[in-house]
C-alpha cells in the first residue's frame, strides 16, 4: 500500500473508527432496549440473552475467517461489503414481527459485523507503520468504544422512549450508507502480499465449539443440565477444541495461527480480552433490567445514569493508548483489573432503593477499569506481527473480545434464572448477587494476567516469536 500523507492517514483512522462506533452503538442501544422486547413479544430472559448472543456468537465465529479473506481478496472491498450488510441487518431487524425473527436478523448483521472491526484494525495497522503512531491511532480506535457507549445511552434511550425500540436499529442504516461512500471515496486498497487459503474445516470447527459452548450454557436450565442435549453440546465443544489444535497446527496456513500463542503478551491479551469484554457484556445486560424492570426508570433515565461509565471510557481510552505507546502495557492492565474488581464489588451492594451516588461512583469506577483495556489487548494483538498477516492478528484479538461478550451474557443470564425467586421485577436483587461477584473475579484475572505477561519472561517469549518468524 502507497505511503500517505498523514491527513490521509487520519482520514483513514476517522472513517475506519466509524464502523467500531456503529458497532458499539449498537451494543449499547440494544441492551437499553432488552426490557422494551421483553414487554413487546413476552420474551423470558432467555430470548433476551440470544437477542444478544446471537449476534455475538456469529461474530466471534466468523471474525478470524473475515480478517483472513481480507488479506486475501482486499481490505477496503470486505470493508465494504460488511458495512452493506450490517446496514441490511439493521433495517431488517427494525420490522421484525417476532422476537425469534429479531434473532435471526441479527444473525445477518452479524456477518456484515463480522467484515467491520477487524478488517478496520488491519487496514489501520497497515496505514500506520511507526509503532508509536500506531499505538497512538489505536488509543483513538478505543476512546471510540467510549464514545459509541456515551452517545449509545442517550440516544438509544431517547428513541426507545419516543419512538420504540425499532428506531435503534434503523439509525444504523444511514451511518453505514455514508462509510460505504467514504471508504470508496478516501480509503485505498490493501492486501497480503501471499493471499492465505481458505480453510472450511478449521471454520466449521470454531462454529461448532462456540455455539455448543454458549447454547449449552443459555439453555440448560430450561433444557436440564443432565440431559443428552445440554450434555452432547458440551461433547462437541470439548471434540471440537481437541480436533481444532490438532488439526491447525498442522496446516501450512491455518484459520488460527498456533504459533501467534507461542508469545505470552499475545495469549495473555487474548484471555485478558475475554474477561475484560465477559464484564463488559454482563454489566450492560444486568444493568439494564435492574435500572428498568427493578427500579422503573424509563430507557432515557437508564441511559443517562449509565453515561458517566461511557464518558470515562471516552477520556481514559485515549490515556491507555499514550501509555501503552510510551510506557508499556503493565499500567493500563493493573490499572484495569484493580477497577473491574472494584466495580463489581460495589455493585455487589446494589438493593431496590441504592441511592444515585453510589450508581455513579460504580459506573465510574468501571469505565475507568474498562476505557484502560482495549489498547493493550490490540496492540499485543498487532505488534511484533507480520504486517502481511495483520487482519489475521487482529481478527483473533476481536474474537476473543466477541467470545467474551457472549460468555459474558450467557453465564450471566444463565446465573441470574437459576437463582431467580419469583418475579425478575421482585427477585432481581438477591439473584443477581452472584453475578456482580463474577464481574469482580474477571477484573481480578485481568490484573493477574496483566502482570504475567508483562514480565520479562513474556517479553522473552514475544521476541522469540520475531526472531524465528
Excluded at 445477518?108 to 489501520?124: E, F, K, R, T
Excluded at 428498568?292 to 477520556?315: C, D, E, I, K, Y
Amino acid at each position: 500500500m502507497e505511503e500517505l500523507t498523514r491527513g490521509r492517514r487520519l482520514l483513514v483512522l476517522a472513517i475506519c473508527c466509524s464502523s467500531l462506533f456503529i458497532v458499539g452503538l449498537d451494543s449499547t442501544i440494544v441492551n437499553l432496549a432488552l426490557p422494551a422486547i421483553r414487554s413487546e413479544f413476552g420474551a423470558s430472559v432467555a430470548k433476551l440473552q440470544w437477542t444478544i448472543d446471537a449476534y455475538t456468537l456469529v461474530l466471534a465465529s466468523l471474525l478470524m475467517v473475515s480478517g483472513s479473506t481480507a488479506d486475501r481478496v482486499g481490505r477496503r472491498r470486505t470493508f465494504q461489503v460488511g458495512l452493506v450488510l450490517f446496514g441490511i441487518g439493521s433495517l431488517l431487524c427494525g420490522v421484525a414481527s417476532t422476537v425469534d425473527l429479531l434473532i435471526a436478523f441479527r444473525v445477518l448483521q452479524a456477518v456484515g459485523g463480522s467484515m467491520l472491526n477487524p478488517v478496520a484494525m488491519s487496514i489501520i495497522a497497515n496505514t500506520f507503520t511507526n509503532p508509536r503512531e500506531r499505538a497512538q491511532a489505536i488509543g483513538v480506535w478505543g476512546g471510540v468504544v467510549g464514545l459509541s457507549m456515551a452517545v449509545g445511552p442517550v440516544v438509544g434511550g431517547s428513541l426507545v422512549d419516543a419512538a420504540g425500540w425499532r428506531f435503534i436499529f434503523w439509525i444504523n442504516v444511514p451511518v453505514a450508507a455514508a462509510a460505504v461512500l467514504m471508504t470508496a471515496l478516501f480509503v485505498p486498497e490493501s492486501r497480503a502480499a501471499v493471499p492465505r487459503r481458505m480453510d472450511p474445516v478449521g471454520q466449521v470447527l470454531v462454529v461448532l465449539l462456540l455455539g455448543g459452548l454458549t447454547y449449552g450454557i443459555i439453555e440448560g436450565r430450561s433444557a436440564g443440565w443432565g440431559s443428552p442435549l445440554i450434555i452432547g453440546c458440551f461433547v462437541v465443544c470439548v471434540v471440537a477444541l481437541v480436533t481444532l489444535v490438532y488439526y491447525e497446527r498442522r496446516r501450512e496456513q491455518p484459520l488460527l495461527e498456533p504459533r501467534f500463542f507461542r508469545s505470552a503478551p499475545f495469549s495473555g491479551a487474548t484471555l485478558i480480552a475475554v474477561c475484560g469484554f465477559s464484564a463488559l457484556s454482563a454489566f450492560l445486560f444486568l444493568n439494564s433490567l435492574y435500572l428498568q424492570s427493578v427500579r422503573g426508570f424509563t430507557a432515557l433515565h437508564a441511559g443517562l445514569l449509565t453515561l458517566p461509565m461511557a464518558a470515562m471510557t471516552v477520556v481514559f481510552a485515549p490515556v491507555s493508548g499514550w501509555l501503552v505507546g510510551h510506557r508499556g502495557p503493565r499500567v493500563p492492565l493493573v490499572v484495569a483489573g484493580t477497577m473491574l474488581t472494584v466495580s463489581g464489588l460495589l455493585l455487589s451492594q446494589l438493593t431496590t432503593t441504592t441511592g444515585t451516588v453510589h450508581l455513579l461512583i460504580s459506573y465510574l469506577v468501571f469505565g475507568l477499569g474498562f476505557g484502560m483495556l482495549n489498547a493493550p489487548i490490540t496492540n499485543a494483538a498487532v505488534s511484533g506481527m507480520p504486517r502481511a498477516q495483520a487482519g489475521v492478528a487482529a481478527a483473533i484479538a476481536s474474537t476473543s473480545r466477541q467470545v467474551g461478550a457472549s460468555l459474558g451474557v450467557a453465564v450471566a443470564g444463565t446465573v441470574l434464572t437459576a437463582r431467580l425467586v419469583g418475579s425478575l421485577e421482585t427477585g432481581f436483587v438477591s439473584a443477581a448477587l452472584l453475578c456482580w461477584y463474577i464481574i469482580a473475579g474477571c477484573g481480578v484475572l485481568v490484573l493477574a494476567l496483566g502482570l504475567i505477561t508483562t514480565s520479562r519472561w513474556a517479553r522473552r517469549t514475544a521476541e522469540d516469536l520475531v526472531r524465528a518468524g
